[in-house]
Every structure is written in C-alpha cells, then in structure tokens.
C-alpha cells in the first residue's frame, strides 16, 4: 500500500481556533513531511521529521507545530488559525532522508479559516 | 525570488504531438531533478526523476534532459495523449545544508486534445 492519508479532507475552523491535521502511511517511510499549498503558488515545505528529528523552515517556524508519535503517523497543528492559513496542506513520505527521493502525496486537507 | 521557474503556466497540444515543458533553476548546488503529475482532485505523483551525474533518462514515452550549465531541465513527451492531460511540476533540490530541500514550481497546465 503505497498511499499517504491525511484526514480531515476538509477543515473550517474559525479565526483564533486550533486546527489539527492528521497524516499517516504504512510504508515504514522515515521522513514525513508537510506542505502548504495555495492557488497559483508553489507548494511550500513547512517542516519536516527525519525518524523522530523534527526540521521546520525558519520563516514558518513560531506558526506550526508538528508531532510523530510514531513512525507511520504526523500531525500538523496550529494553535491559533488566522485568515492567512487558509490553503491546502498536502503531507507527504519518503522512504529516505532528505528532499532527494521520491515523495508519496497524501490527497491534502483543504483548510478554510473565517 | 521564485527559485525554481517554470516558463509556461499552461500548454495545449493535439493528441499525437511532440511537447516540451521546461523548468529553470538559480541553485548550481542542486543535484536532483523531478517532475511530477497532478491531476485534478489527485495528489502529486512522481513521474521521472535524474541526478545530476547525467544529463538524460529517459522512461517510454517520457525524457527528462538536464542541462547543468545552463540551469534549466526538461520534460519532452511523445506521442501525447489525452490521458496526459495534467498539471506538471517540476521540482530540484540537493542533499547538503540549504539545499537539502525539494524547491518546487508553480506548474504548467497541459492539455492534450484528441
């Protein structure tokens, strides 16, 4: 089974709110990773886990944050939503570490903020 | 800046045709090449992939040529089909400090007409 699932599909959350993103996959992947991607602009790497280390992009670092609890799941979580993290967040795995392997897409969780 | 530049946002062909998708890049650190397939709805999926210790693989109807001194690679399909009807991304990165990241484009929408 080579699919990554991320739940929920969808999200509205309220300005000011949590929101909680799952991803999971049963690869045995070592580096899980989350994007941010919004219309008509590249997918952004937010952060991402190398087995239990977790590396986040220094422009996002203080918006995110992330758990692995163990290695076939990842959340990505924000404490508190604005307008501006509404996108689609796309997780996705590798079976190695670094960026230079082939990456495994979840389908994304489109998050709406009002 | 945009690291990673794909020239055309979109491209429509006639099935059967010869087409070529291109993708400039501004790190001379980077050593991997990728493009990627998305169609609507899907996630992302790897389509062919190069180190940069060659300048072409080629994988049936797909070629990815590289051209290291000039920062930019390529995707030529053949023989073009309906069923390629998608968005392409391209995306380089290396494995050392900074570059240990996928950079991404923005995508170009290709249409195949029958």
């Known amino acids: 089974d080579t699919t990554v699932k991320q739940n929920p599909r969808y999200k509205l959350a309220r300005v000011g709110k949590p929101v909680n993103l799952i991803c999971s996959q049963t690869?045995?992947?070592?580096?899980m990773y989350w994007y941010q991607k919004k219309p008509n602009q590249a997918p952004k790497l937010l952060l991402f886990y190398y087995d239990k280390i977790l590396n986040r992009e220094a422009d996002t670092f203080e918006k995110f944050q992330s758990s692995r609890p163990n290695n076939s799941f990842c959340s990505l979580y924000i404490g508190s939503a604005g307008l501006e993290y509404s996108a689609m967040y796309l997780c996705?795995?590798?079976?190695?570490?670094?960026?230079?392997?082939?990456?495994?897409f979840g389908e994304g969780s489109k998050l709406t903020v009002l | 800046g945009q690291q990673v530049k794909q020239s055309s946002p979109s491209l429509t062909v006639q099935e059967g045709g010869i087409l070529i998708l291109n993708c400039d890049y501004e790190n001379d650190m980077f050593d991997y090449f990728a493009w990627y397939k998305k169609y609507p709805d899907n996630s992302p999926t790897l389509l062919i992939s190069?180190?940069?210790n060659v300048d072409k693989r080629e994988d049936g109807r797909f070629t990815v040529f590289l051209n290291k001194s000039g920062k930019h690679f390529s995707l030529h399909i053949t023989a073009s089909q309906p069923e390629d009807t998608a968005v392409y991304l391209c995306?380089?990165?290396?494995?050392?400090?900074?570059?240990?990241?996928?950079?991404w484009g923005l995508g170009t929408s290709l249409v195949v007409n029958p």
């Open positions: 995306a380089a990165g290396g494995n050392v400090g900074d570059n240990s990241k996928l950079i």
């Open positions: 690869m045995n992947h070592d580096t």
């Open positions: 996705a795995s590798s079976r190695d570490r670094g960026n230079t392997g082939q990456l495994y």
């Open positions: 190069v180190r940069s």
